[in-house]
């Protein structure tokens, strides 16, 4: 017997209705990281002109906007987040020429681009960051955070991400400790400085001028900083100071980029990174709909394979972002900072299938991540390849297009080792499989862009066996029922027709009432 769910009661009506949705809300977005995605010229390392060469793979599959992880001028001490000039292109991944040809043929094919950008800090290496550190009377000095103290005593007991260390680093020359929430070579800017905001929208407006249709904004919570700088409470202890920075301060930084992008016409987007492990916080930062236009929201991404875990997630994530916020949530299960959802589930092909489901049935805008269509696992990094100071090396493993020896790359070894069964698991072989997990993922994506009630329409639970995560998502056009078993095979109480289905199985015919183990589908109950 499968005892029925007793849950609190949720109104999952947003207050809000979107009649006219922008096309964010609708929209399915897709994650490169430039250094793994494709190579244009046999080097171990992806460039631009890669990227544009393997667009087609991006439309064919049915997304609509691209997020370029970034690829400015950096001495790479942190793969790029350390940016020495935000208006240039490293010559690893090419020139600004090739970022235009890359922007132009995303448009040609109706994807938008966002691009990454990265206001908390800079690289050391930075023109604004030598110019601070080269003088206390220096022009650019009240650009960063700095501190007086000894030199032997941080001015308070935050931590850098990474390393564990203090976020305060010594700078001998003027006698200072400067501020950094991850690596020393990425000083904090300070947004309390005017300048500073300035140069900033600067920088957003040189891309709008090119024509980006948005940004991801890197730990946008971290902007703003307590000016009384005041200690991590003891509770906290062993976090660094990126995954608790939550202050008022940072809202008025973000309306003031906000006002920045609402000036260009065509509904430019900003899509923060929240990294606060809290969604009613999370929340806040959607403002009066005056600051992002969307969030990250990672408590789900920490999530386990579990229904009652997912279950509270998607009821907190309608809660605090949809009711309270009147927002429009975001959903992602892999990216480029964490392991991939298929090793973290488990490793298991059938479970990543039938998570796809989720992130692409929920109420909310999904956020996929370069190979996750073709049920990648993390690479297995031997110690004398790693090189990412998080540990982040075998998410970011360059994507195989075909199993011949290099993989589409024309090389032996890319800059990382491949990802596991890269031989059989690439675009190509998959593409000429039907039964595939890339044709599950552009089944579903066709099935989603065919649907208003999945873009856009309103969410409710059906009571279903625990095990069960099942919702009808419905508007003026009509509904769509997805169901994901976590468990136990389980009673769906649903007839209708299987539009797509995890394994393929029963696609097109009535809903047989059993839904089984690590089990999806989509259903048409009209």
């Not at 769910?5 to 809000?16: A, N, V």
């Not at 010229?41 to 631009?48: A, E, F, I, S």
């Not at 957003?204 to 249709?213: A, S």
Request: proline share 7%.
């Amino acid at each position: 017997m499968y005892r029925r769910q007793h849950r609190h009661t949720l109104d999952t009506t947003p207050s809000i209705l979107f009649v006219d949705a922008p096309w964010w809300q609708r929209a399915v977005f897709y994650q490169i990281y430039p250094r793994s995605f494709a190579t244009s010229r046999g080097q171990p390392t992806g460039d631009l002109a890669g990227i544009e060469q393997h667009l087609d793979h991006v439309s064919w599959l049915g997304t609509d906007a691209v997020w370029l992880s970034p690829f400015y001028p950096s001495p790479m001490a942190d793969f790029g987040y350390d940016v020495a000039d935000h208006c240039d292109v490293d010559p690893l991944f090419g020139d600004l020429e090739a970022f235009d040809r890359l922007l132009a043929a995303c448009h040609r094919r109706d994807l938008k681009l966002l691009v990454d950008l990265v206001p908390n800090h800079t690289s050391d290496q930075h023109p604004w960051f030598r110019a601070a550190r080269s003088s206390r009377d220096d022009p650019r000095r009240d650009w960063y955070v700095w501190r007086d103290g000894s030199s032997d005593t941080p001015p308070n007991n935050w931590l850098a991400a990474f390393t564990g260390e203090s976020a305060w680093t010594w700078d001998d020359a003027t006698g200072q400790w400067y501020l950094h929430l991850f690596l020393p070579e990425q000083p904090d800017l300070n947004w309390a400085n005017p300048e500073v905001a300035e140069a900033m929208h600067g920088v957003m407006r040189f891309w709008l001028d090119r024509g980006v249709d948005g940004f991801r904004i890197d730990v946008v919570h971290g902007l703003g900083k307590d000016p009384a700088l005041p200690d991590d409470p003891p509770e906290s202890t062993g976090l660094p100071h990126s995954a608790l920075n939550d202050t008022a301060e940072t809202h008025d930084v973000i309306r003031g980029m906000r006002k920045v992008v609402d000036a260009y016409p065509g509904g430019r987007l900003v899509l923060g990174e929240v990294f606060l492990l809290s969604t009613e916080r999370v929340a806040t930062y959607y403002g009066n709909g005056d600051e992002l236009h969307l969030s990250f929201n990672f408590p789900p991404l920490f999530a386990p394979w579990d229904a009652s875990r997912w279950r509270r997630q998607v009821e907190d994530t309608t809660l605090y972002i949809a009711q309270r916020a009147n927002g429009w949530p975001t959903w992602v299960l892999s990216n480029h900072d964490n392991v991939r959802h298929r090793s973290r589930y488990g490793g298991s092909e059938q479970r990543a299938r039938a998570a796809v489901f989720l992130l692409l049935g929920l109420r909310g805008s999904p956020v996929l991540y370069a190979g996750e269509e073709l049920g990648l696992e993390d690479a297995v990094i031997p110690d004398e390849r790693r090189v990412d100071p998080g540990g982040r090396d075998g998410c970011r493993a360059p994507i195989p297009w075909d199993g011949a020896a290099g993989h589409g790359w024309g090389v032996e070894e890319a800059w990382l080792p491949w990802p596991p069964e890269a031989d059989a698991r690439n675009v190509a072989v998959l593409r000429d499989d039907a039964g595939s997990i890339l044709h599950l993922y552009r089944r579903l994506l066709t099935a989603r862009r065919a649907s208003s009630a999945l873009q856009t329409g309103d969410f409710a639970w059906i009571d279903v066996p625990e095990s069960i995560l099942a919702w009808r998502r419905t508007d003026d056009g009509g509904q769509r029922v997805v169901a994901v078993n976590m468990g136990e095979d389980g009673l769906l109480p649903v007839e209708g027709t299987v539009l797509v289905a995890s394994d393929g199985v029963g696609e097109g015919e009535a809903f047989g009432g059993v839904l089984g183990r690590d089990r999806a589908v989509l259903i048409d109950p009209s």
